[in-house]
């Protein structure tokens, strides 16, 4: 790139960094309690609960992961996307979102425990851990992605960009909370459209369009890259349920829906995010297998196709939309994590006053982004670290949602359920012991390709047999007390 499209990436990387600055400097202060701080006091409307749901989604998993294991894994990497992107998609945007989007909840395990189990504060407890996980790997895995491109188009060391990047999002988003979240990515939202239309068309532009002749191409390169089944059955089958779990479990959907204002807000934003969402998913993932016709970058396909194989004006933009992208998730997910340190883990009985609450908020989401941005130093690539969490959380909260859910009475205003408190408490705590396990051990891992079975298995099957033998009181009296 030469000197002038060098200094042009440069500037628009700069104001980016002092528009969110400014967003946190204008925001700060500006919540009185959690509620405020965490789901913007339920009145976000349509607009911007569309942009700040499309750029809170499409980060650098979407952009550069999905084109990365498009790269590494061929039409395979289509198994994830057919649980996550398609099917996860649709329920999550048409059907979950909307009902979601009537309560008030702050967070997932807030709900869970509340609305499913009586508000009993150890599920909560242990539900804020699961659903900690991917809201504190997630971040690490944005400023990872946004590290990679600044390196590679400015030529910034990749520690100096993870640090810089990291600062500022981390102050934006412990300054003023949800509300500057939402601000800043209404910003990153526009640019992350206008970015995206213009790499899918040039992308395509690659093979003339036409499917046929890049499957052609790709088999004589590597027969295994176009091969739908290459994997083993069960593999195939974790990596399906790996991002459907996530996808129905990923706090910040489930986050967004509460700071809806009402259903109808939620119908409309969600149902457009999720449509997109579904679409450029699936085009990240065939950039990747295209880049495989020109050389074998792994997880950073979609930058080496940017700046070498694409117009100039694409690589100007590049470094601003990755960093537009990664921030937009980034800051979503510190400010969920904070949710489940203060109040699903902390306080889940409410009793600090409005101010502590903040206070000890602002805490949480700045511990949360020390570690985010430590995180980016580990990890094979972007999206290893986030479907670990992906693991840890869709395994157990999906599965105690579901069965809540189903034994729950849902006629009846006061809180009745045939599901035991105690045996909700044995199958989750053994769902995230599980899932750790078949995570980080290899003889473990392989067994079943990662651990979001087992962990779906054991926190089912746990809460199904303990219910079986656990007597708790009456409902009422566990939640008066």
């Not at 925001?27 to 965490?38: L, M, P």
């Not at 913007?40 to 809170?56: C, E, I, Q």
Request: proline share 2%; with cysteine; glycine share 12%.
């Amino acid at each position: 790139m030469s000197g002038i499209y060098l200094v042009a990436s440069v500037v628009l990387v700069l104001m980016d960094l002092v528009v969110c600055f400014v967003i946190g400097l204008r925001t700060r202060g500006g919540a009185e309690n959690v509620e405020e701080y965490f789901i913007g006091g339920k009145k976000t409307g349509t607009v911007l609960l569309f942009l700040t749901a499309w750029a809170s989604f499409s980060g650098a998993g979407n952009f550069i992961g999905q084109a990365g294991r498009g790269a590494m894994y061929g039409v395979s990497a289509y198994w994830m996307w057919l649980g996550e992107g398609f099917l996860g998609g649709i329920l999550m945007g048409y059907l979950l979102a909307p009902y979601l989007s009537q309560f008030k909840y702050l967070s997932m395990p807030h709900y869970i425990s509340d609305y499913l189990f009586g508000g009993d504060t150890q599920i909560r407890r242990v539900g804020g851990v699961a659903a900690l996980m991917p809201n504190v790997v997630w971040p690490g895995t944005q400023i990872m992605g946004v590290s990679y491109v600044l390196q590679q188009v400015l030529g910034i060391d990749y520690r100096v960009a993870v640090l810089v990047c990291g600062a500022v999002f981390v102050f934006y988003t412990v300054s003023g909370g949800v509300k500057a979240v939402i601000y800043a990515d209404a910003v990153h939202g526009t640019i992350q459209m206008i970015f995206a239309a213009c790499v899918i068309w040039f992308g395509l532009r690659l093979f003339h369009f036409d499917i046929g002749w890049l499957g052609e191409q790709i088999v004589q390169i590597d027969p295994t890259k176009w091969d739908l089944f290459v994997d083993k059955p069960i593999a195939i089958l974790s990596s399906f349920l790996t991002g459907l779990v996530g996808a129905i479990s990923n706090p910040i959907f489930w986050n967004r829906a509460f700071a809806s204002k009402d259903v109808q807000t939620a119908k409309k934003a969600y149902g457009v995010t999720f449509f997109m969402n579904i679409i450029l998913v699936f085009l990240m993932i065939l950039l990747g297998i295209v880049s495989l016709l020109f050389a074998d970058q792994g997880d950073q396909a979609l930058v080496w196709l940017i700046l070498n194989k694409m117009p100039v004006f694409c690589g100007v933009i590049l470094a601003e939309s990755v960093l537009a992208a990664c921030m937009s998730c980034a800051d979503t997910h510190l400010n969920c994590a904070a949710a489940n340190v203060v109040s699903d883990i902390i306080d889940p009985e409410g009793r600090l006053d409005g101010v502590t609450s903040v206070k000890y908020a602002k805490i949480a989401t700045f511990c949360a982004g020390a570690i985010a941005i430590v995180s980016t130093l580990f990890g094979d690539s972007i999206y290893a670290l986030g479907t670990y969490g992906y693991t840890v959380c869709g395994g157990v909260l999906i599965p105690a949602f579901v069965i809540g859910l189903i034994f729950r009475d849902r006629k009846q205003k006061e809180f009745r359920s045939r599901m035991s408190v105690t045996a909700a408490k044995i199958g989750m705590a053994l769902g995230v012991a599980v899932a750790i396990l078949f995570e980080i051990v290899p003889q473990f891992y392989d067994i079943f390709g990662g651990g979001v079975i087992p962990a779906i298995t054991w926190t089912s099957v746990g809460m199904l047999i303990a219910n079986r033998f656990c007597k708790d009181q009456t409902w009422t009296e566990v939640a008066r007390q």
